[in-house]
């Protein structure tokens, strides 16, 4: 049973990754919008574009040939953020403290297929992605200048994605991001104290609950977590305490992915439309040392509220003090839950 | 003289007033835009809109008459996020830890004009913004539960405002948000550690290079801070350590309402446009505990990148990862600086 004071009154929630807070005014999912309303494109892309620059056989804006690849394609990003060959310093003059960052980036191509997106894709196709994932958190760990791997995908133009076809990225680096160096903190502050990981109890307390998962297959759990900052955000949880995702099972791997294809194609009925996110990876850092205390998760951070047209927009007071939501976790996860099947 | 690494390497830089890290790629602010493109109105607005619920003399959603006001109208937001007759708890079960948390949040109409923004108006008609400002800061934080008040504007459709009529927010609560606190953190262990105001020290290096200062009046300086996240992200500085602006002098009002005036005028020369932000107000808590760390300050996170239709996307690896740009700050200061008058 839901706790009504959660449902009816204002409160914040901490995240245990993060150590911060959400702030949640449940009473205030009933006020009328009248700001922007965002365009939607429900138009069926073709297979092939002969303009796209990550379909098969195309040429990209730097003069190179995509091959006719099958399934999955990665190259390194044409204009990536972070380079492996950058010159490397550490100014720190007062206050103004600045350090070089080198790094690779690369885009991950999830199908030859234009129209399709993940929503759109079979698991077994899903699962080639997972492997090419696999790979590439392998090997670019092994460079002595990656510590990090970040793997997502900015799924439509409302999230910045700059080309429909289904594609995510990789940018992998030398230090530890922000949010990844939170989530470090505070894994680690939990697995020395308590011997466990902090993710593998918080899921206990979930499946005790049932109140915020709306999915689960032997494996693998997808929940509404209890801190959830967007209106629909979700997270893919391995039951077994793993550091990152090399520790799937072939089994695994497959379970992945079919969590993976089940939260999409949700999302697509949700608001009946191509539903649009970002989503992540948050895995154990590649620097070789022990991370015991990691717990490897995937998160999706859909920007939509009420429908395809109406988002939430992280401004003003979010910038300036905390994130903000109306509708509960619990409510958002019944509404996925009733969807699934 | 400009830093060259800074202007042609991968890096980050330090943000000392919350301890996190922004990573710059100057290299890549070449590359092409082919993602989603804003709608901008430049369309001129009327005076007098009958179906504004904040021009004088209308009626609100919630049924409530405007006054004729003629200056600067405050009243208690008709969806306040925070209520301050809200029940009071704490559950912590487990790993689940919601609070509650009261408040008070009121709406600002800086003027009766539908038609006019900041940019247009005339620095004494800001003047009484401030002051209003000031009466809200203190009369808000004379309230038991109220701790904090955080002072702010969503200015333009695309920053998620609902109302193009100028207008501003003030949400008060119980606790600090999760950005205020940050800041309060990193200003307390300077203070602790140097017996100074962290970003009085960081103004004095600021004020010697004159690579990021935009604007300088007697009291008051605009700069884009060294680790700005928003490529045409700015700051207001009081020059004399100031606490919060209660400590300001009527002269200082007024040479901030200059500065606000010039930056707004500024933003809205660079595209040609009338220019969207979130602007808010870091100040002490209003908790009557001793803040002399404190150094309050003004800041303008503007999403716009490269014109009035091409935005900065904070999604993807800025999610997962770490806040990200290309332009560097400055550039983007000598962009500002062009401009002004
Ligand atoms: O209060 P408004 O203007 O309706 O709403 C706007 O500002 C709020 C405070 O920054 C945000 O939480 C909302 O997402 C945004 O749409
Ligand atoms: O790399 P893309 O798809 O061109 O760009 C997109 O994703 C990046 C990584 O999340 C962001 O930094 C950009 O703002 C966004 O537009």
Redesign the pocket.
């Known amino acids: 049973s839901m706790n009504s004071d959660l449902q009816d009154y204002s409160h914040k929630r901490l995240n245990i990754l993060t150590g911060e807070w959400v702030l949640v005014s449940p009473h205030r999912a009933k006020r009328p919008w009248q700001?922007q309303n965002e365009e939607v494109s429900n138009q069926k892309r073709p297979t092939y574009d002969s303009t796209c620059y990550l379909c098969a056989g195309n040429t990209r804006i730097n003069g190179e040939l995509n091959p006719k690849y099958e399934d999955v394609f990665v190259f390194t990003n044409d204009f990536a953020a972070l380079q492996n060959d950058s010159k490397i310093f550490k100014k720190e003059d007062g206050l103004l403290i600045a350090h070089s960052e080198k790094g690779i980036c690369k885009v991950v191509c999830f199908s030859p297929d234009h129209s399709k997106s993940l929503g759109d894709m079979d698991p077994k196709d899903i699962t080639k992605i997972v492997e090419v994932w696999q790979n590439e958190y392998r090997e670019l760990g092994k460079n002595k200048s990656i510590n990090y791997v970040q793997i997502f995908e900015n799924k439509g133009a409302i999230m910045g994605c700059s080309n429909p076809h289904p594609h995510g990225q990789i940018w992998s680096q030398s230090t530890l991001p922000n949010e990844v160096d939170k989530k470090n903190t505070q894994q680690l502050k939990y697995y020395n104290t308590n011997k466990n990981s902090l993710l593998g109890d918080y899921l206990n307390q979930e499946l005790k609950k049932q109140e915020r998962i709306i999915f689960e297959n032997e494996s693998f759990v997808i929940l509404v977590p209890f801190w959830a900052i967007w209106p629909f955000e979700t997270m893919i949880l391995p039951k077994r305490h793993q550091k990152n995702i090399l520790e799937m099972t072939e089994k695994e791997s497959n379970l992945f992915a079919e969590a993976i294809s089940v939260i999409t194609k949700t999302y697509d009925k949700l608001f009946n439309t191509s539903f649009p996110y970002s989503s992540g990876i948050h895995q154990s850092p590649t620097d070789g040392k022990d991370h015991s205390h990691w717990h490897w998760h995937m998160s999706f951070y859909p920007p939509l509220l009420r429908s395809a047209t109406v988002k939430?927009?992280m401004?003003?007071?979010?910038m300036f003090g905390s994130p903000?939501r109306d509708i509960t976790a619990e409510i958002a996860s019944q509404s996925l839950k009733e969807l699934i099947f």
């Open positions: 700001g939430k927009f401004v003003g007071y979010e903000q």
